[in-house]
């Protein structure tokens, strides 16, 4: 079994249309992350959160929102769908920052659409 | 803000060495990261650097030179499962991680 899983891991919807992506680990980190992947523009950060009590905005934060539910558990929301959102989103986390322990370990993807 | 720059492809046959720029600008620095990304999986991790000089694992290596904002990742004696994406990652001042947009590597026979 995969230590970060996503749920779903494909889905169509429709503009409007209020999504949710969920994550879960079982690595025991701390350090838990959205990015969004589109083709020519790589990765980029929406949401990051270090412990349970903490959530940071990315770099693209704007049309998203997330919820940490527990350490071993990250969710991300699009409350209101719109087409420019279809991308291969990827949760992440990792031990700590510093050193080679900043290494992320990637979930295996959800591809969403939104038509 | 990073900016992270990496050609967008490659091809080279296979047995030969490729190598792979990246150079970045970055608001501080605290390490470089490369990752391999196969079409429809996830990253993983292939090398992280944070001093000047080349680390080598195996047939991959990967050279950072902080000065100049650079790094190379080689590929050697290249096998067909190392056609991928190759990801430059730059953990800034503020310990987030940037991704350059990535270089697809083709290995022809």
């Known amino acids: 079994d995969a230590d970060v899983t996503q749920t779903p891991r494909n889905r169509i919807t429709k503009t409007g249309k209020r999504i949710m992506l969920e994550c879960s680990q079982t690595?025991?980190?701390?350090?838990m992350y959205w990015y969004r992947q589109d083709p020519g523009l790589g990765l980029r950060l929406i949401y990051y959160?270090?412990?349970?009590?903490?959530?940071n905005k990315g770099e693209i934060s704007d049309g998203y929102s997330v919820s940490r539910q527990a350490q071993a558990k990250f969710s991300l929301s699009l409350e209101s769908a719109i087409p420019n959102q279809t991308a291969l989103y990827f949760c992440?986390?990792?031990?700590?920052?510093?050193?080679?322990?900043?290494?992320?370990?990637f979930g295996e993807g959800s591809r969403l659409t939104v038509l | 803000g990073q900016n992270i720059d990496q050609p967008t492809e490659m091809t080279a046959t296979e047995g030969a060495i490729v190598q792979i720029n990246c150079t970045y600008q970055?608001?501080?620095?605290?390490?470089l990261f490369w990752y391999q990304q196969h079409a429809g999986e996830a990253p993983t991790f292939l090398s992280y650097?944070?001093?000047?000089g080349l680390e080598e694992k195996g047939r991959f290596s990967s050279f950072l030179s902080r000065s100049k904002g650079y790094s190379y990742l080689l590929l050697k004696e290249l096998q067909m499962k190392d056609s991928a994406s190759y990801l430059c990652?730059?953990?800034?001042?503020?310990?987030?991680?940037?991704f350059g947009a990535g270089t697809t590597v083709t290995v022809r026979a």
């Open positions: 992440a986390t990792s031990k700590r920052a510093e050193g080679r322990t900043g290494e992320l370990f």
């Open positions: 690595k025991g980190h701390d350090r």
């Open positions: 959160s270090f412990d349970v009590k903490d959530i």
């Open positions: 970055t608001s501080g620095f605290n390490g």
């Open positions: 650097n944070v001093l000047d």
């Open positions: 990652a730059v953990r800034g001042g503020d310990y987030k991680l940037s």
